[in-house]
């Protein structure tokens, strides 16, 4: 009798666990036809972020055969009041979208919401870590996966092209709102330009200015953010000649623009998009931007031949290429440069391509705490949830 209570026993432990394990599987594979549905927190023609997501899944389009979009922008609550972001992707998936992209960590948690609910959907949060098994807010969900662009390297560069630029010593950053992301990569143009002003122009650090501003939003809201327009004026205004922008929307370069034509003698780099160079041709330094098709198509793929895995990707640049379209998840357009900021920037790519690791110690946090010993490199999550600006930044490290 003993033996047979314990085979029951056994067999209830195995179908606990069966299930168990069926619970936690992916989705199963779309087969030769993926409708993509894509929701974007700005125009989908922005000229920015939301414009290169949408880029992308044109990639994935003309890569994929089989593959079709459906999509949404403007998803934010100024613009759509009352409607949340998990509304949205069902929105897309009533128009038969089976793979679903929330384009911005602004959505983290309604997208978590939206793959809690809707087991059945692929699902990509692009910026967000939820997959990242080392990370600090893994949230393990089979049918999602994260997507980000090791960014990080091109804002250096947008760095070193402002370093080498600057005839006043003073850059400023036009920054959205304060997160994890914001703040690595405000350090990262920081720390590109101070490494340009000391071993390539052999200046003194403390005479470099890199200051900081943030709007509030990852684009201008009347009413709720601060105007970009504004904060990039007040920027020209007080002598410094050079804003790299970190917003969606490409205000820097119309300013620069605006005050070159009035006879002032000023720079922006925009940000996100490969074209937004056009919107200041002869201000604009260059542009870092993400090229999403590549990362996109492999997980469009992964839906469709039933390979999905939930997971985490932080994609680099193809140091080949930088610019290649079809192998490198980031890269940096050159705008109006001199000579001499030009083969700085190609001499810093080659360098980066070789190791040169900029998050390596002796760094400090703005506070002056220690952030790296000498000699000690930044770990992957150290870099990611960086949680203050660096020392010898200007400006808020965190919200008010």
């Known amino acids: 009798m003993r033996n047979i209570s314990r085979f029951f026993l056994l067999m209830l432990i195995a179908i606990v666990a069966g299930s168990a394990a069926f619970a936690q599987s992916a989705p199963p594979a779309a087969g030769p036809n993926l409708t993509i549905g894509l929701v974007m927190v700005g125009p989908y023609n922005d000229h920015g972020w939301s414009q290169a997501n949408y880029d992308g899944v044109q990639y994935v389009l003309a890569k994929v055969p089989g593959t079709k979009l459906v999509y949404i922008d403007k998803a934010n609550s100024a613009d759509r009041p009352g409607t949340t972001v998990s509304q949205l992707g069902e929105s897309l998936v009533a128009q038969g979208a089976k793979l679903v992209i929330f384009s911005s960590d602004d959505m983290t948690d309604e997208a978590i919401k939206f793959a809690q609910d809707h087991k059945d959907i692929f699902v990509i949060l692009t910026s967000g870590s939820q997959q990242w098994k080392e990370g600090k807010d893994y949230k393990p969900l089979p049918n999602m996966i994260n997507i980000m662009g090791r960014m990080e390297y091109m804002k250096m560069v947008a760095g070193v092209a402002a370093a080498m630029t ?235």
């Open 166 to 400: 600057t005839k006043t010593g003073k850059i400023g950053f036009l920054g959205p709102l304060i997160n994890d992301e914001t703040r690595r990569l405000a350090a990262s143009a920081y720390l590109g330009a101070r490494y340009a002003w000391v071993n390539y122009l052999k200046k003194d650090p403390a005479k470099l200015t890199f200051k900081v501003t943030w709007i509030g939003f990852w684009f201008n809201i009347p009413g709720v953010t601060s105007d970009p327009t504004q904060v990039a004026d007040d920027f020209f205004n007080s002598g410094f000649d050079v804003v790299i922008s970190g917003i969606d929307t490409t205000e820097a370069v119309a300013e620069a623009a605006k005050y070159t034509a009035q006879g002032k003698q000023v720079w922006a780099i925009p940000y996100d998009y490969s074209k937004a160079i056009d919107e200041g041709k002869g201000v604009s330094l260059g542009v870092p931007y993400f090229n999403w098709g590549p990362a996109y198509a492999n997980a469009a793929k992964a839906a469709m031949n039933g390979t999905w895995k939930n997971h985490f990707e932080w994609n680099g640049p193809d140091w080949k290429n930088i610019n290649n379209p079809d192998t490198s998840a980031v890269g940096f357009n050159k705008g109006t440069l001199s000579k001499e900021a030009s083969a700085a920037i190609d001499k810093f790519i080659d360098e980066l391509g070789k190791g040169l690791n900029l998050w390596t110690g002796p760094l400090n946090y703005q506070d002056g705490s220690v952030f790296l010993k000498k000699g000690e490199k930044a770990t992957d999550q150290q870099i990611w949830y960086l949680p203050q600006l660096l020392q010898g930044m200007e400006g808020q490290s965190v919200s008010k």
